[in-house]
Each structure stands twice: as structure tokens, then as C-alpha cells.
């Protein structure tokens, strides 16, 4: 079983920046992705940005040029970087990562963090 810890989010004026942190309690060497998702009020939750095993990454069209998903080793650790915040960002942030398992890949998600860009 795997638990994962966010952190970082917040109250930010729109054009500020925000990093989120998700920790794993497990190497994250064994998951071959790592991600996170968004959910804003009465929208369905949507990818906001991945980072699979080859550190190759995916990001939505809306994020792309302002958010940044990172990951540290030693540490357990991923990452979002969010710069240039704006108002539609808005939302609960969740780590994600995949686990393969002998017999199917496992999913685990974290609690959740508000985001919210507002003046």
C-alpha cells in the first residue's frame, strides 16, 4: 500500500507562483507514473500534468509554458511548479501514481490541496 502527502498549496494572487510537493511513503522508483490531477467546483478532475519512468512528461494545453512536474529520487518526492497562476486554475490539486503489480497496475491518490488564485 502505498500513501502519498501533498503539500504546498494556498491563497496566491493570479501571475504568482506555487509549488506543490507529493510524498510517497515508498520508493518512487517503483512507479512507472507519477502525476497530477486537478478537480474545480462542479467539473470533472482532469490531468494537469505527468512523469513516467523515463522522465519523459505529458502537460495539459492549459498549463503548458507555466507548470513544471519534477521529480527527486532521494527523496521520494515529485513535484508541480506552478508560475503565472491564473484565476481558472482554481481547483484541488491530486498527486497520482501507478504501481505495476505481477497481476495489474495499482493506482494510489493522495488527499488532495486547495489552490486558489484569486485578488
Known amino acids: 500500500q502505498v500513501q502519498l502527502v501533498e503539500s504546498g498549496g494556498g491563497l496566491v494572487q493570479p501571475g504568482g507562483s506555487l509549488r506543490l510537493s507529493c510524498a510517497a511513503s515508498?520508493?518512487?522508483?517503483?512507479?512507472?507514473?507519477m502525476g497530477w490531477y486537478r478537480q474545480a467546483p462542479g467539473k470533472q478532475r482532469e490531468l494537469v500534468a505527468v512523469?513516467?519512468?523515463?522522465?519523459?512528461?505529458n502537460y495539459a494545453d492549459s498549463v503548458k509554458g507555466r507548470f513544471t512536474i519534477s521529480r527527486d529520487n532521494g527523496k521520494n518526492t515529485f513535484y508541480l511548479q506552478m508560475n503565472s497562476l491564473k484565476p481558472e486554475d482554481t481547483a484541488v490539486y491530486y498527486c497520482?501514481?501507478?504501481?505495476?503489480?505481477?497481476?495489474?497496475?495499482?493506482?494510489?491518490w493522495g488527499q488532495g490541496t486547495q489552490v486558489t488564485v484569486s485578488s
Open positions: 497520482n501514481v501507478d504501481q505495476r503489480d505481477p497481476l495489474a497496475i495499482l493506482s494510489y
Open positions: 515508498g520508493s518512487i522508483f517503483s512507479f512507472i507514473q
Open positions: 512523469i513516467r519512468r523515463g522522465d519523459s512528461t
